[in-house]
């Protein structure tokens, strides 16, 4: 409903209210005086131009030159010369350009809502060992005590006062893992309980928390993000020169305003204000059938111009959670059928992702499935339970060669060990190779250890070599990365999927997400959202963007062509104002059908 209630504000009823007064004043100004035909006709005008013409002097007051002028030169010259329902048909060919262009950015203003939604408005009080009453986080001082329940995410930065818990920080730091906590640990905000009810005493307030510094990065890097120029709009000044010089010709032969209007009417710049948006939004629609969102117009043009690719490492480059990847047997009473077997039980009903890990493991080797009783789980000590008459546990080592690994006793006794690893998608290591040979500048800026960001680039082989790695980043170091590189002049596509990313995807030219289950935040701060987990998803927008520019710019070269050589037959006197009306109008289809072909293209 909200995107309908966007399509009725900035399209349909624009271009509708453009269309009536057309159809009004054709129809009803021949049965009246000329004088209130006249009034009418200003009126229409003046409201049909109202947005168009404040664009203009917004444009005109910025310094940049616009192909809007030579359009409002023709309305003013057509009114001149009481030529009012020439004046109404430019006030609707301009009207329909900028309507889509409206629309496409209304979209594009939406950012930063799920980053603030997502943390809660409110916060239950603890007190005196129990749940308290509800207040809002903005109430919240530094030393009072609060509850986060199972699933929530935690709203302010705190010390742990419970025996222990567990949160999935991969918002923050990008890591796979749940990071188990103990009484003492600092806690922060956007983050996620995964286990028992929280206890935490506040430490910062809302606007001093974690997640709100993120939420102003964000805020920043929007605002710091300069406005793109219109594709047309590069061709302005080369255009109006002709015209000027043309208009001007047409008056020196004949003294006629007529000329002039004529001239400026085959010259309004329709098939250029045009082209580029109904060719965006074409690809736009090309996109989305291959799962592919862009959320603006702009995001493709500029796509079409990066040269600098940055990337996030885990669940961009990488799946995103934990597997298996070694079963090491420590004692020869077990083999390694029988340890997954065992560690399957045990884990089965456990939500924590490295017990996901272990019984996908088992399900994949066909392991004996075992029953366990007595389970008993504890944050810090692992988890246990009785599996054919045997108490068996499993724990995690706090560190393990730079990795993680999970060890499984009978007792006292070691039987066996679980090693972890994110490995890379399958279309990884080819997707970066293809970009690096399209002459692509490739970074990886990761939140993980240098050692695990090591071992990723190991495993990418030959495209390793081509990428410039930055590990142990906090989101505001990404953004400054993105934007030092913007400051030596390159425009960057950034890559990513989670709530650490979105500073920097705000801060780049494009912003790109892998959509996951908190997509809603990182996708506000993005131009362009990927339904899906596939890298082949980076190249396909790229070619898309510069197939679409491409058919953009045949638009705009034919309509430049064309409204010259009208221009200079109208300047002779053989093109009269209404007659050039409607043949602009034939360009403009013209130029619609080209751009149309954007919606067609095909990723291969």
Not at 476 to 496: D, S, T, Y
Not at 575 to 592: F, K, T
Request: net charge neutral; charged share 20%.
């Amino acid at each position: 409903m909200r995107h309908f209630d966007r399509l009725l504000r900035f399209f349909i009823i624009p271009l509708s209210v453009a269309a009536g007064m057309v159809l009004y004043f054709f129809i009803f100004s021949l049965w009246q005086q000329p004088l209130i035909a006249a009034i009418e006709a200003l009126i229409f005008v003046v409201i049909g131009s109202f947005e168009e013409v404040r664009d203009i002097i917004a444009a005109f007051r910025r310094k940049q030159f616009a192909l809007d002028y030579i359009a409002l030169l023709a309305i003013i010259v057509s009114i001149i010369a009481g030529q009012f329902l020439v004046a109404l048909v430019i006030v609707l060919m301009l009207s329909g350009g900028n309507t889509l262009e409206r629309y496409g950015m209304a979209k594009a203003k939406e950012s930063l809502t799920a980053l603030t939604e997502r943390i809660p408005s409110e916060v239950i009080l603890w007190e005196e060992g129990a749940a308290g009453s509800r207040v809002p986080i903005k109430e919240v001082t530094i030393g009072q005590t609060i509850m986060v329940r199972k699933g929530e995410v935690v709203p302010l930065d705190g010390e742990l006062l419970s025996e222990g818990g567990i949160t999935d920080e991969s918002s923050l730091t990008g890591e796979p893992y749940f990071i188990e906590k103990v009484r003492g640990d600092q806690i922060r905000s956007g983050t996620v309980n995964m286990g028992e009810v929280l206890v935490v005493k506040v430490s910062a307030v809302d606007q001093d928390s974690t997640y709100r510094k993120i939420i102003e990065l964000v805020k920043r890097a929007e605002a710091e993000k300069a406005p793109l120029v219109r594709l047309a709009d590069r061709y302005s000044t080369f255009f109006t020169i002709i015209t000027g010089v043309i208009a001007f010709g047409g008056f020196f032969l004949a003294h006629s305003l007529e000329r002039v209007l004529a001239v400026l009417v085959v010259a309004t710049p329709c098939p250029l204000i045009l082209a580029t948006p109904i060719a965006l939004f074409g690809g736009m629609n090309a996109a989305a059938k291959q799962r592919v969102l862009a959320k603006n117009l702009a995001s493709l043009e500029a796509l079409n111009r990066v040269d600098t690719v940055v990337l996030d490492k885990t669940g961009t480059l990488t799946i995103g959670h934990p597997l298996v990847s070694k079963v090491l047997v420590k004692d020869s009473r077990y083999n390694q059928e029988k340890i997954l077997s065992i560690a399957e039980a045990i884990e089965r009903n456990s939500l924590h992702p490295l017990a996901k890990a272990i019984v996908e493991k088992a399900k994949e080797a066909k392991a004996p499935r075992l029953k366990a009783e007595r389970v008993s789980e504890k944050t810090g000590s692992g988890i246990s339970a009785a599996v054919e008459g045997h108490r068996y546990t499993l724990a995690k080592l706090s560190k393990y060669h730079h990795s993680t690994a999970v060890d499984l006793h009978e007792g006292d006794v070691l039987i066996g060990r679980f090693e972890f690893e994110d490995r890379l998608k399958s279309d990884s290591a080819s997707i970066l190779t293809a970009l690096a040979r399209l002459g692509l500048r490739l970074f990886i800026f990761t939140g993980d250890r240098e050692e695990n960001a090591a071992k990723a680039i190991a495993a990418l082989g030959a495209a390793g070599p081509s990428i410039t790695v930055k590990a142990n980043c906090t989101p505001e170091i990404k953004k400054a990365g993105v934007a030092e590189l913007r400051q030596a002049g390159h425009v960057v596509a950034m890559v990513g999927d989670g709530i650490n990313d979105a500073p920097a995807l705000a801060a780049a030219d494009v912003g790109m997400v892998f959509s996951n289950e908190e997509h809603t935040a990182a996708s506000e701060a993005a131009d362009i959202v990927f339904l899906g987990g596939d890298v082949s998803s980076v190249t396909l927008s790229i070619g898309l963007a510069k197939h679409t520019i491409r058919i953009a710019l045949e638009s705009i070269w034919f309509g430049i062509g064309v409204s010259i050589i009208m221009m200079v037959i109208a300047a002779f006197g053989y093109i009269p104002p209404i007659i050039g009306a409607i043949l602009q109008e034939g360009v403009d289809i013209a130029v619609i059908l080209n751009a149309l072909r954007a919606g067609r293209f095909v990723f291969s």
